[in-house]
């Protein structure tokens, strides 16, 4: 956060405080006002009593009970204001601090999103004015132009990223319901992986024959985000496994690395939109926090469930079960 934000959210937090402090001090002058005219009522009814009247106690304790309702009716309605006040002021505060958090989140996600866009797009065109000038030789040429595609492919994932989850959120992508082979598609997206990474040690171990009624564009992507995510955030020399399997009427796709694991207080965070691990200026992995989003996204509209475990020793284990 910068200097001009930090300056903006403490005169927000400040007008914010004050004007609570403000009613609070208001309920307790109304309350403190109240009670001083009881008293005076009280003291100038006393006073309007004659000793030698016969109905002098009774109407004495009358007097004093009509006090004692009149504090406890001016108590009783102080409480539930000020209840009803700090219940206010708490959701107010949360919602400011949600949106404030959410608009941060936005700006980082301009900033990330500009800068891997530009770097695929430097990159490939880099690489295809050096084939253009120069007369490499074969292996060269080759592990020149795998860069390219390679870095295409990753251009080609943000922008289905963005462009799925603007339609998505805005309802303009209507989820279709096909009959389709989910252990070839997911055997499909796994061979793109180890195609394109070669140096990572893939595993994988799908039970054949899966079938499932869903959106093959946005499966797909469930897929290809998860694997992402782990060659993303774990060691290259630590494999990544990919298992799908059935278990009565449950088809569950799990993608575990091997990488330092996700803290448990950011486990439930991670699926948040825009959400990213660590600090936005020294965070290092590549990303901008749709990912996971759509993962969570995606399983949903097609009723399913995703959640996130720890990986034993190390590392994580996203889950995602479908109900046939």
């Known amino acids: 956060m910068d200097a001009a934000s930090k300056k903006r959210l403490y005169f927000i937090s400040s007008i914010y405080w004050f004007l609570l402090l403000y009613v609070i001090a208001v309920l307790v002058w109304w309350f403190i006002a109240l009670e001083i005219?009881?008293?005076k009522m009280t003291s100038y009814k006393l006073n309007e009593l004659k000793l030698d009247d016969p109905g002098y106690q009774a109407r004495y304790d009358q007097i004093n009970e009509e006090k004692r309702r009149k504090t406890a009716s001016y108590i009783g309605e102080g409480i539930t204001?000020?209840?009803?006040?700090?219940?206010?002021?708490?959701?107010?505060y949360r919602t400011?601090?949600?949106?404030?958090?959410?608009?941060?989140?936005?700006?980082?996600?301009?900033?990330?999103?500009?800068?891997?866009?530009?770097?695929?797009?430097?990159?490939?065109?880099?690489?295809?004015?050096?084939?253009?000038?120069?007369?490499?030789?074969?292996?060269?040429?080759?592990?020149?132009?795998?860069?390219?595609?390679?870095?295409?492919?990753?251009l080609n994932?943000?922008?289905?990223?963005?462009?799925?989850?603007?339609?998505?959120?805005?309802?303009r992508h209507r989820v279709s319901d096909e009959e389709l082979d989910f252990s070839d598609l997911v055997k499909t997206s796994f061979s793109d992986f180890q195609q394109r990474f070669p140096?990572?040690?893939?595993?994988?171990?799908?039970?054949?024959?899966?079938?499932?009624?869903?959106?093959?564009?946005?499966?797909?992507?469930?897929?290809?985000n998860l694997l992402e995510n782990a060659m993303k955030?774990?060691?290259?020399?630590?494999?990544?496994?990919?298992?799908?399997?059935?278990?009565?009427?449950?088809?569950i796709l799990e993608v575990i690395d091997e990488g330092p694991g996700i803290p448990d207080a950011e486990k439930k965070k991670v699926f948040e939109k825009f959400y990213?691990?660590?600090?936005?200026?020294?965070?290092?992995?590549?990303?901008?926090?749709?990912?996971?989003?759509?993962?969570?996204?995606?399983?949903?509209?097609?009723?399913?469930?995703?959640?996130?475990?720890?990986?034993?020793?190390?590392?994580?284990t996203f889950s995602v079960s479908f109900n046939k």
């Open 96 to 154: 400011f601090r949600r949106q404030l958090n959410f608009q941060q989140q936005q700006q980082n996600f301009m900033m990330t999103v500009t800068h891997e866009l530009k770097t695929p797009i430097a990159v490939a065109k880099l690489n295809l004015e050096t084939l253009q000038k120069h007369s490499l030789e074969e292996s060269k040429r080759q592990k020149v132009l795998q860069m390219t595609v390679t870095e295409v492919n990753r």
């Open 233 to 251: 955030y774990s060691p290259k020399d630590k494999r990544i496994f990919c298992k799908l399997h059935q278990h009565g009427k449950q088809v």
């Open 37 to 39: 005219q009881n008293r």
């Open 276 to 316: 990213r691990i660590g600090n936005e200026n020294t965070r290092t992995a590549k990303g901008t926090g749709l990912g996971l989003y759509l993962c969570h996204k995606i399983a949903k509209d097609h009723h399913g469930n995703i959640r996130l475990t720890d990986n034993t020793p190390t590392g994580c």
């Open 199 to 224: 140096d990572r040690t893939w595993e994988l171990d799908v039970e054949a024959e899966i079938d499932l009624k869903g959106d093959p564009l946005l499966l797909q992507i469930l897929v290809n």
């Open 81 to 92: 204001f000020l209840g009803l006040t700090l219940v206010g002021a708490f959701f107010v």
């Open 157 to 171: 994932t943000l922008v289905n990223n963005i462009l799925v989850s603007a339609q998505l959120e805005a309802g």
